[in-house]
């Protein structure tokens, strides 16, 4: 049975920082596009940040580049997001989601971009609530 578990959200004010988690169980992370995606009140889930199975193959929404970070630890089978200067508009439950069958391992931006399009195919975590007071 494959589960992802999202850890690390919280209320934090504006400028602050906060480490989302995603563990998986009953799949293996190293081979498969892992993302972070993001539902604020009343809006569409969005794709936040993706990982490839290529070191270094990452994708990042406009609005958070250069102030997160996604990086992976697949010795822990573990996905991480460093969220650095967040603002208001970060306020929204995070979900990481996996590849379910490895195709988009070498395409993290075109993960990031579609998956949200039919979240029946692969694999979602709970979600983990952020929240940015200003």
């Known amino acids: 049975d494959v589960q992802l578990q999202a850890s690390g959200g919280g209320l934090v004010q504006a400028g602050g920082s906060l480490r989302l988690s995603c563990a998986g169980s009953?799949?293996?992370?190293?081979?498969?596009?892992i993302g972070w995606f993001r539902q604020a009140p009343g809006k569409e889930r969005e794709g936040v940040s993706c990982i490839g199975s290529t070191a270094g193959s990452t994708y990042y929404q406009d609005s958070v580049k250069g102030r997160f970070t996604i990086s992976r630890d697949n010795a822990k089978n573990t996905v991480y997001l460093q969220m650095n200067s967040l603002k208001s508009e970060d306020t929204a439950v995070y979900y990481c989601a996996a590849d379910a069958d490895g195709a988009w391992g070498g395409s993290p931006s075109l993960y990031c971009l579609t998956a949200t399009l039919n979240t029946a195919q692969d694999h979602w975590g709970q979600g983990t609530q952020v929240t940015v007071s200003s």
């Open positions: 009953g799949i293996v992370f190293d081979n498969r596009a």
